[in-house]
């Protein structure tokens, strides 16, 4: 999108280069606000903090975190998942998935460490099998 002003010799508009707040070094994610719905996949490398509603599927290599307006009917596969909201699909967490008080999920967890905290809400299994499934101790 470019930006323009009003030349002041001539009637025409010229085009403005915007100046980038963001550094390559600081840490950046996403965010879905409140008023975004996203139908269909969601892909990132980067963290992802959703306040809208998601339907279809997330696949984050990083942390998604749900936040307590997010509303998310989909499967979602992260590093580390946070849901502080509603989540309607089964979540896979490569490090960990977290539920906090008054966060949401039906659906099922797959990830070596679970938190669930008190006045958390989950309907589903957990499987926390160990990445080497086939290593007898």
Partial sequence: MAVFKKSDTVSTYEPVTPIS??????????FIGKTLFIKGEVLSDEEV????KIEGKVDVKNK????KNGLVN???????????GTV?????????VEIVPDGTLNGNIVSQRVVLAEGAIFKGNIDMTPRDEG???
């Avoid at 903090?49 to 809208?52: A, N, W």
């Avoid at 989909?74 to 502080?84: D, G, L, P, S």
């Avoid at 309607?88 to 960990?96: E, I, L, P, R």
């Fill in 21 to 30: 707040t963001v550094s390559a070094n600081e840490k950046t994610s996403s």
């Fill in 49 to 52: 903090l959703v306040e809208g």
């Fill in 64 to 67: 998604v975190i749900i936040g």
């Fill in 74 to 84: 989909a499967e979602i596969e992260a590093r580390e998942v946070i849901i502080k």
């Fill in 88 to 96: 309607n699909g089964n979540v896979k967490g490569s490090y960990k």
């Fill in 135 to 137: 290593h007898e101790a």
